[in-house]
């Protein structure tokens, strides 16, 4: 049975960091493709930073030079690091592992930014 489980969301005021974590369990992780998705009220899902499973990144424009997504394989856990956090990055922040056909989703954890 394959789960992502995230943690580390919270309410943080404008200018804080959180640093948010996904687990992973069932699946061969090193392999894996993991991405950190975004949703806001009223908003569509949308990715926010995207790690190979050779340590390549990518970002939203948004959120470069802010955030920062890296990987343990021995922990079999994808981090995203967020500096700077501004309101809009508010939302309910999802893990994504994904391979060939295959592509799982953990149940999400709310960052809230707000003064």
């Known amino acids: 049975q394959v789960q992502l489980v995230e943690s580390g969301g919270d309410l943080v005021q404008p200018g804080g960091s959180l640093i948010l974590s996904c687990a992973a369990s069932g699946i061969l992780f090193r392999i894996y493709a993991m991405g950190w998705y975004r949703q806001a009220p009223g908003k569509q899902r949308e990715l926010v930073a995207s790690?190979?499973?050779?340590?390549?990144?990518n970002y939203v424009d948004s959120v470069k030079g802010r955030f920062t997504i890296s990987r343990d394989n021995a922990k079999n856990t994808v981090y995203l690091q967020m500096n700077s956090l501004k309101p809009e990055d508010t939302a309910v922040y999802y893990c994504?592992?994904?391979w060939g056909p295959g592509s799982y989703w953990g149940q999400g954890t709310q960052v809230t930014v707000s003064s």
């Open positions: 994504n592992a994904a």
């Open positions: 790690i190979t499973s050779g340590g390549s990144t």
